[in-house]
């Protein structure tokens, strides 16, 4: 009897299988807008761009209009250069760094927002081929974040160990009302160069995003710990797109614990700075003046935003297809949220505020320079 089981379960499993044949190059084209605009400072900017067939086309040209409280009040066209190819990079992956593809146009214009104001914004591509909005968005209340400070901490895995600088910062939450936040941290470094010809120092800036560990932040995840060395689905993901509610200190102070890069122990790296050093002044200055010493100054920018429900939703689905656990082979797809109407995108307000933590400066001299 049991010779007949196998053939009938192939049988079976064969009738189950159903092939999905699905053509890309019938995909119509659709507006892609994708952006986060921000009450702390007038100036504004979205990408605008192409998704066809799950890759991304750069458009012609771009018109953003933002009209507040239903009075137009910035209009702008943007030109994009001559770009014929697609693209894989991942469309929905602009985090608060504003990293995007170079076939994304991005548009940039003026608009002083409020708390409580109603924005909206029309986007015409490729001379009225393409066109889509945003719905109406609400410019959120101001946020607070405060006692600001930092410690060197060795995190042990499951084999090895590893030491991150952490940053604690308290939250109080606006009472009375249900809250979502997100979160970046944004290291800014002041460089100054001195040359061994006693001449004028040169100076430069660089910053980037900060890579937020936030493995064992109970609030960062929402109350949902997970151990990366013991499960292959952990979603916590890239801090870049930190984001939480107020579900686990609602009217109360949330206490936020970041681990991001020490720095080699507490020593800040020069790289980004020897970088922009380069783009700004050439490479040609360094075999003209022998430089003597680097001076550098670093600080912490804790950038805490008030933001939207859909819009955290948006940052956590971002948060995990950016994780190292997240296998679209084995785990269910996840579906980007989308809030732009006759396309696709998300585009949110934000009301930030900074909290600023220095760290130690750090002089380096020619000769102990890599």
């Known amino acids: 009897m049991k010779r007949f089981i196998i053939p009938v379960l192939l049988l079976l499993a064969g009738a189950c299988t159903h092939i999905i044949d699905y053509d890309f190059s019938k995909v119509e084209p659709e507006l892609m807008v994708l952006g986060w605009l921000d009450q702390s400072t007038s100036s504004q900017t979205v990408s ?35 770009k014929d190819d697609y693209s ?67 995190v042990t895995h499951l084999d090895y160990s590893e030491d991150y600088l952490q940053i604690r910062a308290d939250v109080p939450d606006r009472k009375g009302e249900d809250n979502w936040y997100c979160i970046s941290v944004q290291e800014v470094s002041y460089g100054r160069y001195s040359f061994k010809d006693d001449g004028p120092a040169l100076f430069v800036t660089a910053s980037r995003t900060a890579y937020i560990q936030d493995l064992d932040d ?7 710990l997970s151990q990366s060395d013991l499960n292959i689905f952990d979603f916590s993901g890239n801090g870049e797109f930190a984001c939480f509610s107020d579900q686990l200190f609602q009217d109360g102070t949330a206490h936020l614990r970041m681990n991001i890069s020490s720095w080699n122990d507490g020593e ?26 680097v001076h550098a100054e670093c600080r912490l920018e804790i950038r805490l935003s008030q933001c939207s429900q859909d819009a955290y939703y948006y940052l956590r689905t ?6 190292d656990g997240y296998d679209p082979r084995i785990v269910e797809p996840v579906t980007v949220p989308s809030n732009i109407i006759g396309g696709i995108g998300f585009v949110d307000i934000l009301n930030t505020t900074v909290a600023y933590h220095c760290l130690p400066d750090k002089e380096e001299s020619y000769e102990e320079m890599d």
């Open 48 to 82: 605008v761009s192409l998704s066809e067939g799950g890759l991304i086309k750069s458009v012609d040209e771009a018109t953003v209009t933002c009209y507040v409280n239903d009075k137009q009040v910035a209009s702008v066209t943007a030109i994009q250069e001559e």
């Open 88 to 154: 894989s990079f991942s469309p929905f992956y602009i985090g608060y760094s504003g990293k995007r593809s170079e076939l994304q146009l991005p548009v940039s214009f003026s608009a002083s927002l409020k708390p409580g104001d109603k924005v909206r914004l029309t986007v015409d591509a490729n001379h009225g081929t393409y066109q889509a909005s945003t719905p109406e968005m609400t410019v959120p209340e101001p946020v607070e974040i405060t006692k600001v400070d930092t410690d060197h901490v060795t």
């Open 218 to 224: 109970p609030i960062l995840l929402d109350g949902n």
């Open 268 to 293: 800040y790296s020069f790289r980004d700075l020897g970088k922009r050093f380069a783009e700004t002044y050439g490479t040609d200055i360094l075999n003209e003046r022998a430089f003597d010493r």
């Open 318 to 323: 971002l948060r995990t297809i950016s994780s």
